[in-house]
Nanobody
Framework: QVQLVESGGGLVQPGGSLTLSCVAS????????VGWYRQAPGKQREFVAR???????AYADSVKGRFTISEDNAKNTWYLQMNNLMPEDTAVYYC?????????WGQGTQVTVSS
C-alpha cells in the first residue's frame, strides 16, 4: 500500500507563492499519473494538475499560468509550485497517484490565501 505525505501548505498573502511537495513511501516508477486535487470549504474536491507517465501535463483552467507541476522520480516526489495565489485558491490540497488503476491519496495540506 503506497502512502503519500504532503507538505508545504500554510498561510500566504494574495499574490504570494507556495510550493507543495508530496512524497511516496515507495517507488512510483509504475504509476500512470501523479498530481493534485483540492477541496475548498463547502465544495467538492476538484482537479488541479497532473503529470502522466509520458510527461503529459494538464491543469485546471483556474490555475493555468500560475501553477506548475513537476516531479523527481529519483525521490518519489512531486511538487506543485503555486504563484500569484488568490483567495479563491484557499483549500485543502491533496496529492494523488494512480498505479494499476488504483488511486492513492495523501492526507491533505491546508493552503490559506488571505491578507
Amino acid at each position: 500500500q503506497v502512502q503519500l505525505v504532503e507538505s508545504g501548505g500554510g498561510l500566504v498573502q494574495p499574490g504570494g507563492s507556495l510550493t507543495l511537495s508530496c512524497v511516496a513511501s515507495e517507488s512510483i516508477s509504475g504509476r500512470a499519473a501523479v498530481g493534485w486535487y483540492r477541496q475548498a470549504p463547502g465544495k467538492q474536491r476538484e482537479f488541479v494538475a497532473r503529470i502522466t507517465r509520458i510527461d503529459n501535463r494538464a491543469y485546471a483552467d483556474s490555475v493555468k499560468g500560475r501553477f506548475t507541476i513537476s516531479e523527481d522520480n529519483a525521490k518519489n516526489t512531486w511538487y506543485l509550485q503555486m504563484n500569484n495565489l488568490m483567495p479563491e485558491d484557499t483549500a485543502v490540497y491533496y496529492c494523488f497517484t494512480t498505479i494499476s488503476i488504483q488511486n492513492y491519496w495523501g492526507q491533505g495540506t491546508q493552503v490559506t490565501v488571505s491578507s
